[in-house]
C-alpha cells in the first residue's frame, strides 16, 4: 500500500514556484551567450521578472483579504504593500538591464523581508519561508546575471 504524500499543498507549491524559475534558469543565460539575440532575451528575461514580481506582491493582498486573526491595520498595510511590487516591476520595463536588475532585485528582496515581518503575526506553513527564500534568490540571481548583456 502507498504511504500517504507528505502535505500535497507544500508539493504543489514547490512543483509550481520551482517550476517557475525555468524562465529565469534559461533567459539569464541565454542573453549572455546568444550574441545575436541577447537583448530580446534580456527583454524577456526582465519582462518576466516584473510579472513574477507582481505576482508576488498580490500574495499580500490574499493574505489581507483571507488570513485568519490578522489586526485591521496589518490587512491594511498588506493591501498597501501587494501593489507596490507592481509599482517597482513597471518602470524596470523601461530601464536597461542593469538598472532593471537594480529595480527588481530590490523589489524581490523587500517582499522577501516583509513576508519574514509578516510571519511574525500569521501563521504561514513552516516550508513556506524557506521555499520563498530559494525562489528569491534563484530569481535574484538571474535578474543580476542577466544585466550583463552584451551591448550591441
Given at each position: 500500500?502507498?504511504?500517504?504524500?507528505?502535505?500535497?499543498?507544500?508539493?504543489?507549491?514547490?512543483?509550481?514556484?520551482?517550476?517557475?524559475?525555468?524562465?529565469?534558469?534559461?533567459?539569464?543565460?541565454?542573453?549572455?551567450?546568444?550574441?545575436?539575440?541577447?537583448w530580446t532575451w534580456s527583454d524577456a528575461l526582465?519582462?518576466?521578472?516584473?510579472?513574477?514580481?507582481?505576482?508576488?506582491?498580490?500574495?499580500?493582498?490574499?493574505?489581507?483579504?483571507?488570513?485568519?486573526?490578522?489586526?485591521?491595520?496589518?490587512?491594511?498595510?498588506?493591501?498597501?504593500?501587494?501593489?507596490?511590487?507592481?509599482?517597482?516591476?513597471?518602470?524596470?520595463?523601461?530601464?536597461?538591464?542593469?538598472?532593471?536588475?537594480?529595480?527588481?532585485?530590490?523589489?524581490?528582496?523587500?517582499?522577501?523581508?516583509?513576508?519574514?515581518?509578516?510571519?511574525?503575526?500569521?501563521?504561514?506553513?513552516?516550508?513556506?519561508?524557506?521555499?520563498?527564500?530559494?525562489?528569491?534568490?534563484?530569481?535574484?540571481?538571474?535578474?543580476?546575471?542577466?544585466?550583463?548583456?552584451?551591448?550591441?
Open positions: 500500500m502507498n504511504s500517504p504524500s507528505p502535505d500535497p499543498l507544500r508539493r504543489a507549491a514547490a512543483w509550481l514556484g520551482y517550476g517557475g524559475l525555468i524562465p529565469f534558469i534559461v533567459l539569464a543565460p541565454a542573453s549572455l551567450l546568444d550574441h545575436h539575440h541577447g526582465y519582462g518576466y521578472g516584473a510579472i513574477i514580481l507582481s505576482f508576488v506582491g498580490a500574495l499580500h493582498w490574499g493574505f489581507a483579504m483571507s488570513a485568519p486573526g490578522l489586526e485591521e491595520v496589518r490587512r491594511v498595510r498588506c493591501l498597501v504593500w501587494s501593489v507596490v511590487p507592481a509599482l517597482f516591476a513597471w518602470p524596470a520595463l523601461l530601464l536597461a538591464p542593469a538598472g532593471a536588475a537594480a529595480l527588481l532585485v530590490f523589489g524581490f528582496v523587500a517582499h522577501y523581508l516583509l513576508d519574514r515581518r509578516l510571519a511574525r503575526h500569521m501563521a504561514f506553513p513552516a516550508w513556506y519561508l524557506p521555499l520563498r527564500l530559494r525562489l528569491t534568490t534563484v530569481a535574484c540571481l538571474s535578474l543580476i546575471l542577466g544585466a550583463f548583456v552584451p551591448l550591441g
